[in-house]
């Protein structure tokens, strides 16, 4: 007998002495790590949108303040809130003026902590998103779950306000939401 017909015999034969047929090790081997689970396909939507609104229904359109009269007009507190279904990771901030000439205006967050409206006071750190200067701006600060909001603060700087328009708009790439995930079920 060749050697690899006496090897093929005497594993047989062990098999016998420990009562494993060559049938079940056979269908065994067959569908070890091979098991399958469903998986549910899912899609999501990414929005974010600024609003003076503290719930829905929101406009779907870019945010305009006006700021009137005065060297220095109070700043105007505004939401951007997460209407899609997914995480967000990050967001571009957009910001325009219109009125007195020379007149700049920016965004800013209270950053771990939250505002005080009537002092304009931060609990945590002040971080300008976006200035009109540079018009647009991409940032980490969002509300990232889903329905979520964030405060932030719109300002003038002027030397004379006579009637500044300050438009903001919000908005999101795909590479500002969070992965793609797969689950089982």
């Known amino acids: 007998m060749p050697r690899a017909g006496r090897a093929i015999a005497v594993a047989g034969a062990l098999l016998g002495v420990l009562g494993i047929s060559t049938a079940k090790l056979a269908i065994a081997g067959g569908t070890a790590g091979n098991a399958t689970a469903a998986q549910t396909v899912t899609s999501g939507t990414w929005k974010a949108l600024p609003t003076t609104l503290g ?35 990050g967001a571009t901030y957009t910001v325009g003026i219109t009125g007195t000439p020379g007149a700049s205006a920016s965004i800013a967050a209270c950053v771990g902590g939250t505002w005080n409206e009537s002092t304009g006071a931060c609990s945590g750190t002040i971080t300008t998103l976006v200035t009109t200067a540079a018009g647009s701006a991409a940032s980490a600060v969002v509300p990232a779950a889903a329905g979520s909001s964030i405060r932030l603060r719109a300002s003038v700087t002027s030397a ?26």
């Not at 779907?60 to 507190?77: C, R």
């Open 55 to 89: 719930s829905p229904p929101y406009l779907t359109q870019s945010l305009v303040l006006t700021f009137l009269l005065g060297a220095s007009p109070p700043p105007q507190y505004f939401w951007v809130v997460n209407t899609g279904s997914l995480t967000l990771s």
């Open 160 to 185: 004379l306000t006579i009637a500044d328009v300050v438009t903001v708009g919000v908005s999101v790439s795909r590479s500002q939401v969070r992965a793609a995930t797969s689950s089982n079920s």
